[in-house]
């Protein structure tokens, strides 16, 4: 994915807050999408993931929307905690190789 | 401990040498991708493995990187004669198949002096 218009590649956001993090992808075509949290060190860890015939789905203090005519992906983050600080990627799965997109740091105030 | 498993964590080698990286995917994954992520960048597709199937090269950047997966399950990616551009974290994935989220190690991070 890349990142258009939308996109931040730095959010603040205080503790206790919600977070909303944007992404735009480029395939039309894409069906499967997923969210990836990477903190300093660590590979990329899964949170979420969403295919094309949903426009919406809920974990645990997560939700991903997904827009397809506009190609907009979003992650919303409830109650954000410090333990939530590290870059965010979305990720298009292309058959099975993933685009990723720039990424988004979170870092979480106190 | 039922993550991908990649080793070593860390390698610096000097320029010119061969580098062998490796990956224990998820027990019962048989789906294996190897990415690349250089500094400040997204991760870069390198390799697809499925099963029997041939896998698909067509992330490799040069010749000199080849990948293996022996038995459906370990692989080892090597580099050789290595040049500074090489000089990245080389991230492995499993899933189960080719359609479910991909879960990935914590890399090797490798540096070309």
């Known amino acids: 994915g890349e990142s258009v218009g939308l996109h931040l590649p730095t959010l603040s956001v205080q503790e206790g807050d919600n977070s909303i993090i944007n992404c735009a992808y480029s395939?039309?075509?894409?069906?499967?999408f997923i969210w990836y949290k990477q903190e300093s060190g660590k590979g990329p860890q899964f949170i979420i993931d969403?295919?094309?015939?949903?426009d919406k789905r809920q974990g645990q203090r997560v939700t991903v929307l997904l827009n397809k005519t506009v190609k907009h992906l979003s992650l919303q983050i409830a109650a954000t905690q410090p333990g939530d600080s590290a870059v965010y990627f979305c990720?298009?799965?292309?058959?099975?190789?993933?685009?990723f997109g720039a990424g988004t740091t979170v870092t979480v105030r106190a | 401990g039922a993550g991908v498993s990649q080793s070593p964590s860390n390698k610096v080698t000097e320029k010119g040498k061969d580098v062998e990286l490796r990956c224990d995917p998820i027990?019962?994954?048989?789906?294996l991708y190897w990415y690349r992520q250089s500094l400040g960048q997204g991760l870069e597709f390198l390799i697809y493995?499925?099963?029997?199937?041939?896998?698909?090269k067509s992330g490799l950047p040069s010749d000199r990187f080849s990948a293996e997966r022996t038995g459906g399950s370990v692989s080892t990616l090597t580099i050789q004669r290595t040049q500074q551009e090489d000089s990245a974290v080389y991230l492995c994935?499993?899933?189960?198949?080719?359609?479910?989220?991909?879960?990935f190690g914590d890399g090797t991070r490798l540096s070309i002096l």
């Open positions: 994935a499993s899933s189960k198949y080719s359609n479910q989220p991909q879960h």
């Open positions: 395939n039309s075509a894409s069906d499967y």
């Open positions: 969403i295919r094309s015939n949903m």
């Open positions: 990720a298009e799965n292309d058959d099975y190789k993933l685009s």
């Open positions: 027990s019962g994954h048989t789906a």
């Open positions: 493995f499925q099963g029997n199937s041939a896998p698909d």
